[in-house]
């Protein structure tokens, strides 16, 4: 099946600094999306990304859409401790019927000192 | 406006013993999954339903089952416990027209079976 590589693993920062994730695929997906997960809750959606190339800012958060479609980043500017989470990629295909599941990363799991 | 509602939050097994966790949604989605989240492996999907009625196998449905008779009820249900199912579950739904990718999750059912 599908597969999303995510990277980092995991960061460990301070507060105020700038962060950064990506994840890149074999395949190409019609729709990446970024989730934050807090502990001890289900993830959350923070960005929907549908089109190559597309930039999109939420707050703090930016992510793009990467041009060959099989990538995409997140950037955090000026942590702060409540982005402490998992951060998961994960695509969409809407090919052969698919368009109901996605296909996640496996995590950033961020952890942000004050 | 609950959302995604799972029971248990947690629950330890024998092994071989069955149980069954609860999911239930209010936001009339058509769609709902069932994801086990394993330490640094992300989110791999168990089973989904499209409808009442309809349910199918996701990337890791061995040694589950679902049912879907309501709109808002998905249980999965394990019927011979063993130790590699031990795991935090999460429940999720989205609409029928799920282009948006986004799904809402509950906060997730840890399970420890000994």
């Known amino acids: 099946g599908q597969q999303l590589n995510q990277s980092p693993q995991s960061m460990f920062i301070q507060e105020g600094e700038d962060v950064s994730m990506n994840c890149t695929s074999s395949?190409?997906?019609?729709?990446w999306l970024w989730y934050k997960q807090d502990p001890g809750e289900g993830p959350v959606l923070l960005i929907a990304?549908?089109?190559?190339?597309e930039l999109t800012s939420n707050g703090r958060l930016t992510a793009q859409f990467g041009i060959t479609r099989k990538d995409s980043f997140l950037n955090i500017s000026a942590s702060i401790p409540s982005d402490v989470g998992i951060y998961f990629c994960?695509?969409?295909?809407?090919?052969?019927?698919?368009?109901?599941?996605?296909?996640f990363g496996k995590g950033t799991l961020l952890t942000v000192n004050p | 406006n609950a959302g995604v509602t799972q029971t248990p939050k947690f629950r330890i097994l024998k092994i071989g013993q069955s149980m069954t966790l609860q999911c239930t949604q209010d936001?009339?989605?058509?769609?709902m999954y069932w994801y086990r989240q394993d330490p640094g492996m992300g989110l791999k999907l168990i089973y989904y339903?499209?409808?009442?009625?309809?349910?199918d196998k996701g990337e890791v449905p061995n040694g589950y089952n679902v049912s879907r008779s309501t709109t808002e009820d998905f249980p999965l249900r394990l019927e011979l416990a063993a130790p590699s199912q031990t795991s935090v579950y999460f429940c999720?739904?989205?609409?029928?027209?799920?282009?948006?990718?986004?799904?809402?999750f509950g906060e997730g059912s840890r399970l420890t079976v000994l």
């Open positions: 395949s190409i997906f019609n729709t």
């Open positions: 990304l549908y089109k190559a190339g």
């Open positions: 999720a739904s989205s609409y029928l027209v799920s282009d948006t990718g986004e799904l809402f």
């Open positions: 339903s499209v409808g009442a009625g309809i349910t």
């Open positions: 994960a695509g969409q295909s809407r090919s052969g019927g698919s368009n109901y599941k996605l296909t």
């Open positions: 936001m009339n989605h058509n769609y």
